[in-house]
């Protein structure tokens, strides 16, 4: 598989406001370099403050980081200025984790999904209706959902609703910013199989995006990558197939994270099918 | 207890229809459920803070012999915080952002009257030692948004015990919080308990923090408890059908679940009812796997089943 | 600190760019003191010429700024033609009549607004709420200048209060309980109107502020804590309502010269609205300039102490 988009080497220092009021600058991220494939499924773990977050929105060009490169198809976007950026963004699409804030609370929620065609000029009103209500069919939102306010809907409404608008686009890349993690379980589900659904084999090549799924949910992060990078305090440190690092963790951060993920038991994530 | 709401737009919604719950000294009973299942609605009805539009229809909340919901606004004030406390999702929100956190600690010792200004302070800093440990002392000077969440939570918690009550009932404490936090808090949480013999209603939709911390699980559906037993029971044989899909519905790190990510997780079918017209039958019927024809027809009441527990469904009694 | 430094630098460079507009644009204006005088066919033209030199009118702009900036270095404020008296102290005295009335309106009226405020986001809704609102939207219907003159025609009917003025005549010579009974009386009527008339704008903002603050997290959190509902009033929701009240209060400490013209017109007040008025339609150039900079002073510190207030009540700016 063609390797699509890489970070190398990226620093990104933020100036610190915590206890104390001395002005220490925070490095979230301290040398970090991934690689993601076409097609992929990747997930990056961490707790608060591990730097996930930053270097999704490093990935998705909406922060630029201090240092290092963002290649995506051979051309370094941290080099590139904003009317280029323009062209890639649609490529490069971040979901996050509270989509309250991230639909104008006016729109329908089928306007919300047809802005990103009208903004691109992509198709007339009439074709964008149906590649909208076709989008919604697809994962798997009622279609009278179509005429709601977008601030009518649920969390997992919403969070369909922005992972759709994300695949409006049909974007190489789809990066999800604990997207998932405060929703229910049962909507969880639904919307991981969305995006298994989109990235399988059996969708067209052309429509099937990379997907890097950041989360401090490893259980989750499992069920979906097909790889996983554990991060800590703006570094990378441990790497692998998911089987690897469920089965054989080497760091002590992946132990925790592995630790922490079930009851205080521990037996919950071992639980046989019901 | 039932407890209607009027939203905005018109309309009644049944957040909550005839729930039962008993709760016994040093429990930890941890109520398992989704967004509009009630679990939230249940939490403030305990301690009559239902919002403006909120209506408590039938019910009362019977506290070692008082009804709470009978009695007046001043007699509650003493009860909330002291007898009976509560604490929500979001710490952030919870907390006055222009107040220093140890002072917001001591607001609530001051409502409950007893000590002077020296010895709420000492209180304070007591338990802060307790729960913070050598990073106390900042702590207690510092502002909420010098703090991060798990901190936050842990001041909230602070509050919430600083008068020794005997129930806290956590709303969903660490829904906002990373993993490795929520387990220090569920720690804390247990530590508690055992310290102070105090009861907990834990609310979450997290069914696996509830595995060794919570002695019983309730898990509640469309405004109903639907099954009510012991938490070992609940999570490894449960009996009500959308206990079960609900489990299933998260995957596990099993060797061999792990590797076959590329095929689709169980879901549940379908939405959650919509809570403005009262059920004919039962309100899990629609999406439920084991359905038989009596569950739309009538509703089933809650049957017992052996060794004390309770489900809510047709495959159990009726 | 730094924000604070920021702010007074801020405050500093816009007093110097006013003074150098009104400068400008009163010295732009068609015409001066001595063109009325022309018309005075007593005046010869050699007197008009030796004064307009005295007065340095002719020189360049430039010139006769730096001169005021100089003179104002030593703390006066230039020559006023009119009074044929140097302009700080006729500024001082109107200013300190102006201030005694605005300061007594301004804490009344906050005190008034804040009470009511609190009291009507806390019963909004019912038939408190809806008195206060629509007494405010009463009022704020009602121009100042009726307002005004109905409780004029209330006092000339009543006989109750004074007319007008701020002393009563011959009252130099009254002890001095009774010369301070008597500016009391005087200054019923026109605290009276500047009061109602900054009740609506005032109990308006602070009920929609406290009404947002009731409604959020922390509000319910500590009630859940059980903090009794009048703390939970006065020191959550208005504690946390502070930040636009603050901003608020910093506009009533900036008009407090500039607010009272019309009420001091029509009570013919001494204060420094009609003074200034009088000086516009003279020319008197530097009355002019130096009221409009005392009243610059009073806006831009106003905003000034805002900013420290605000720095002082929120700690999310303080640690910024």
Same mark, same amino acid.
């Given at each position: 598989?063609e390797?699509?988009?890489?970070? &190398?080497?990226?620093?990104?220092?933020?100036?610190?406001?915590?206890?104390?009021?001395?002005d220490?600058?925070?490095?979230?991220?301290?040398?970090?370099?991934?690689?993601?494939?076409?097609?992929?499924?990747?997930?990056?773990?961490?707790?608060?403050?591990?730097?996930?977050?930053?270097?999704?929105?490093?990935?998705?060009? *909406?922060?630029?980081?201090?240092?290092?490169a963002?290649?995506?198809l051979?051309r370094d976007?941290?080099q590139?200025? &904003?009317?280029?950026?323009?062209e890639?963004?649609?490529q490069?699409?971040? *979901?996050?984790?509270?989509? +309250?804030?991230?639909?104008?609370?006016?729109f329908?929620?089928?306007?919300?999904?047809? &802005?990103?065609?009208?903004?691109?000029?992509?198709?007339?009103?009439?074709?964008?209706?149906?590649?909208?209500?076709?989008?919604?069919?697809?994962?798997?939102?009622?279609?009278?959902? *179509?005429?709601?306010m977008?601030?009518?809907?649920?969390?997992?409404?919403?969070?369909?609703?922005?992972?759709?608008?994300?695949?409006?686009?049909?974007?190489k890349?789809?990066?999800?910013?604990?997207?998932? +993690?405060?929703?229910d379980y049962s909507?969880?589900?639904?919307?991981?199989?969305?995006?298994?659904?989109?990235?399988s084999?059996?969708?067209?090549?052309a429509?099937?995006?990379?997907?890097?799924?950041?989360?401090h949910?490893?259980?989750?992060t499992?069920?979906?990558?097909?790889?996983?990078?554990?991060? &800590?305090?703006?570094?990378?440190?441990?790497?692998?197939?998911t089987?690897?690092?469920?089965?054989?963790?080497?760091?002590a951060?992946?132990?925790?994270?592995?630790?922490?993920s079930?009851?205080?038991?521990g037996?919950?994530n071992?639980?046989p099918?019901? | 207890?039932?407890?209607r709401y009027?939203p905005?737009?018109?309309?009644?919604?049944?957040?909550?229809?005839?729930a039962?719950?008993?709760m016994?000294?040093?429990?930890?009973?941890?109520?398992?459920?989704?967004?509009?299942?009630?679990?939230?609605?249940?939490?403030?009805?305990?301690?009559?803070?239902?919002?403006?539009?909120?209506?408590?229809?039938a019910?009362?909340?019977?506290?070692?012999?008082?009804?709470?919901?009978e009695?007046?606004?001043d007699?509650l004030?003493?009860?909330?915080?002291s007898? $009976?406390?509560?604490?929500?999702?979001e710490?952030?929100v919870a907390? %006055?952002?222009?107040?220093?956190?140890?002072?917001?600690?001591?607001?609530v010792?001051?409502?409950?009257?007893?000590?002077?200004?020296?010895?709420?302070?000492a209180?304070?800093?007591?338990?802060?030692?307790?729960i913070f440990?050598?990073?106390?002392?900042?702590?207690?000077f510092?502002?909420p948004h010098?703090?991060?969440?798990?901190?936050?939570?842990?001041?909230?918690i602070?509050?919430?015990?600083?008068?020794?009550p005997?129930?806290l009932?956590?709303?969903?404490?660490?829904a906002?919080?990373?993993?490795?936090?929520?387990?220090?808090? $569920?720690?804390?949480?247990?530590?508690l308990?055992?310290?102070?013999?105090?009861?907990?209603?834990f609310?979450?939709?997290?069914?696996?923090?509830l595995?060794?911390?919570?002695?019983?699980? $309730?898990?509640?559906?469309a405004?109903?408890?639907?099954?009510?037993?012991?938490?070992?029971?609940?999570l490894?044989?449960?009996? %009500?059908p959308?206990?079960?899909?609900?489990?299933?519905?998260?995957?596990?790190?099993?060797?061999?679940?792990?590797?076959?990510?590329?095929?689709?997780?169980?879901?549940?079918?379908?939405?959650?009812?919509?809570?403005?017209?009262?059920?004919?039958?039962?309100?899990?019927?629609?999406?439920?796997?084991?359905?038989?024809?009596?569950?739309?027809?009538?509703?089933?009441?809650i049957?017992?089943?052996?060794?004390?527990?309770?489900?809510?469904?047709?495959?159990?009694?009726? | 600190?730094?924000?604070?430094?920021?702010?007074?630098?801020?405050?500093?460079?816009?007093?110097?760019g006013?003074?150098?507009?009104?400068?400008?644009?009163?010295?732009?204006?068609?015409?001066?003191y001595?063109?009325?005088?022309?018309?005075?066919?007593?005046?010869?033209?050699?007197?008009?010429?030796?004064?307009?030199a005295?007065?340095?009118?002719?020189?360049?702009?430039?010139?006769?700024?730096?001169?005021?900036?100089k003179s104002?270095?030593?703390?006066?404020?230039g020559?006023?033609f009119?009074?044929?008296?140097?302009?700080?102290?006729?500024?001082?005295v109107?200013?300190?009549?102006?201030?005694l009335?605005?300061?007594?309106?301004t804490?009344?009226?906050?005190?008034?607004?804040?009470?009511?405020?609190?009291?009507? @986001?806390?019963?909004?809704g019912?038939?408190?709420?809806r008195?206060?609102?629509?007494?405010?939207?009463?009022?704020l219907?009602?121009?100042?200048i009726?307002?005004?003159?109905?409780?004029?025609?209330?006092?000339?009917?009543?006989?109750?209060l004074?007319?007008g003025?701020?002393?009563?005549?011959?009252?130099?010579?009254?002890?001095?309980?009774?010369?301070?009974?008597d500016?009391?009386l005087?200054?019923?009527?026109?605290?009276?109107?500047?009061?109602?008339?900054a009740?609506?704008?005032l109990?308006?903002?602070?009920?929609?502020a406290?009404?947002?603050a009731?409604e959020?997290?922390?509000?319910? @959190?500590?009630?859940?804590?059980?903090?009794?509902?009048?703390?939970l009033l006065?020191?959550?929701?208005?504690?946390?309502?502070?930040?636009?009240?603050?901003?608020l209060?910093?506009f009533?400490?900036?008009?407090l010269?500039?607010?009272?013209?019309l009420?001091?017109?029509i009570?013919?007040?001494?204060?420094?609205?009609?003074?200034l008025?009088?000086?516009?339609?003279?020319?008197?150039?530097?009355?002019?300039i130096?009221?409009?900079?005392?009243?610059?002073?009073?806006?831009?510190?106003?905003?000034?102490?805002?900013d420290?207030?605000?720095?002082?009540?929120?700690?999310r700016?303080?640690?910024?």
């Amino acid at each position: 598989m063609e390797v699509l988009l890489t970070a &190398e080497n990226l620093v990104k220092q933020y100036p610190s406001r915590r206890l104390g009021g001395r002005d220490a600058a925070v490095r979230a991220l301290d040398g970090v370099s991934v690689e993601i494939q076409a097609g992929a499924r990747i997930g990056i773990v961490g707790v608060s403050g591990s730097g996930k977050s930053t270097l999704a929105l490093c990935l998705a060009c *909406v922060e630029k980081p201090d240092s290092g490169a963002i290649r995506f198809l051979n051309r370094d976007l941290t080099q590139v200025d &904003e009317s280029e950026l323009r062209e890639v963004r649609p490529q490069i699409q971040l *979901v996050f984790q509270d989509s +309250s804030s991230a639909f104008n609370p006016k729109f329908t929620a089928g306007e919300v999904l047809e &802005e990103p065609w009208m903004l691109q000029r992509t198709w007339n009103a009439a074709e964008r209706r149906e590649r909208g209500a076709e989008l919604l069919v697809r994962i798997g939102l009622p279609g009278n959902i *179509v005429d709601r306010m977008a601030s009518d809907l649920s969390g997992g409404q919403r969070q369909r609703l922005a992972i759709a608008r994300a695949l409006a686009l049909q974007p190489k890349v789809l990066i999800l910013d604990e997207a998932l +993690s405060a929703l229910d379980y049962s909507v969880q589900a639904q919307i991981a199989n969305l995006l298994l659904d989109s990235s399988s084999k059996a969708a067209l090549a052309a429509e099937r995006p990379a997907i890097v799924l950041i989360s401090h949910d490893l259980v989750m992060t499992a069920r979906i990558s097909e790889e996983i990078v554990v991060m &800590e305090s703006g570094r990378i440190v441990e790497r692998g197939s998911t089987e690897k690092i469920v089965r054989a963790p080497k760091h002590a951060t992946t132990r925790e994270l592995l630790a922490c993920s079930t009851g205080v038991s521990g037996k919950f994530n071992q639980r046989p099918a019901v | 207890m039932s407890v209607r709401y009027r939203p905005p737009g018109g309309g009644e919604v049944f957040a909550l229809q005839g729930a039962n719950l008993q709760m016994t000294r040093g429990q930890i009973v941890g109520v398992l459920g989704e967004s509009g299942s009630g679990k939230s609605t249940l939490a403030a009805s305990l301690l009559a803070l239902l919002p403006v539009n909120g209506v408590i229809e039938a019910g009362a909340v019977v506290l070692q012999g008082t009804n709470l919901l009978e009695l007046e606004r001043d007699q509650l004030e003493r009860v909330r915080g002291s007898k $009976v406390s509560l604490i929500f999702q979001e710490p952030g929100v919870a907390l %006055h952002p222009m107040m220093r956190v140890g002072e917001q600690i001591e607001e609530v010792l001051r409502a409950h009257g007893g000590e002077g200004k020296e010895g709420r302070r000492a209180s304070v800093r007591g338990l802060l030692d307790l729960i913070f440990g050598g990073e106390a002392e900042r702590i207690y000077f510092s502002y909420p948004h010098q703090l991060s969440g798990g901190q936050r939570q842990r001041i909230a918690i602070a509050q919430a015990i600083v008068c020794k009550p005997k129930l806290l009932i956590a709303d969903e404490p660490t829904a906002s919080l990373d993993s490795v936090t929520r387990r220090e808090i $569920v720690e804390l949480l247990k530590k508690l308990q055992r310290e102070r013999g105090l009861t907990i209603l834990f609310i979450t939709h997290s069914a696996e923090l509830l595995e060794g911390f919570a002695d019983r699980i $309730v898990v509640m559906y469309a405004g109903q408890i639907v099954q009510d037993g012991d938490a070992q029971r609940v999570l490894k044989a449960p009996g %009500h059908p959308y206990t079960q899909a609900l489990l299933k519905c998260r995957p596990t790190l099993r060797g061999s679940e792990v590797v076959r990510n590329d095929e689709r997780i169980p879901m549940i079918a379908g939405e959650a009812p919509d809570l403005s017209a009262r059920q004919k039958g039962c309100a899990f019927e629609p999406r439920c796997a084991d359905r038989m024809k009596i569950c739309s027809e009538r509703a089933p009441e809650i049957y017992e089943i052996e060794n004390g527990g309770k489900v809510r469904c047709f495959k159990f009694g009726g | 600190m730094r924000y604070l430094l920021r702010r007074f630098l801020h405050a500093a460079l816009l007093l110097a760019g006013a003074s150098v507009l009104a400068f400008l644009f009163t010295s732009l204006a068609p015409g001066n003191y001595f063109d009325e005088m022309r018309l005075n066919p007593q005046i010869s033209s050699e007197t008009l010429a030796a004064l307009k030199a005295h007065y340095d009118i002719d020189k360049p702009l430039a010139v006769r700024y730096a001169a005021w900036l100089k003179s104002l270095a030593h703390g006066e404020m230039g020559y006023s033609f009119a009074y044929n008296a140097p302009v700080s102290p006729l500024l001082a005295v109107r200013a300190r009549n102006t201030l005694l009335l605005t300061i007594i309106s301004t804490l009344l009226a906050w005190c008034i607004a804040l009470p009511l405020g609190v009291w009507s @986001a806390e019963y909004t809704g019912r038939w408190v709420d809806r008195v206060v609102t629509g007494a405010s939207a009463f009022l704020l219907v009602i121009p100042d200048i009726a307002l005004g003159l109905g409780l004029l025609i209330f006092a000339v009917k009543t006989r109750w209060l004074p007319t007008g003025g701020m002393v009563s005549v011959g009252s130099e010579g009254m002890p001095f309980s009774a010369q301070l009974w008597d500016l009391l009386l005087h200054m019923i009527l026109p605290v009276a109107i500047l009061v109602l008339g900054a009740q609506p704008v005032l109990v308006r903002h602070v009920r929609s502020a406290v009404a947002e603050a009731l409604e959020e997290g922390f509000v319910r @959190a500590a009630a859940a804590h059980g903090i009794p509902r009048r703390r939970l009033l006065w020191h959550y929701a208005l504690r946390a309502a502070a930040n636009p009240l603050i901003s608020l209060f910093g506009f009533s400490i900036g008009a407090l010269l500039s607010g009272s013209l019309l009420v001091e017109v029509i009570t013919s007040w001494p204060g420094l609205g009609p003074f200034l008025l009088e000086a516009i339609l003279a020319r008197d150039l530097y009355v002019v300039i130096g009221g409009v900079l005392l009243s610059t002073v009073f806006l831009v510190g106003g905003n000034f102490i805002a900013d420290v207030l605000l720095f002082w009540a929120d700690p999310r700016i303080r640690t910024e």
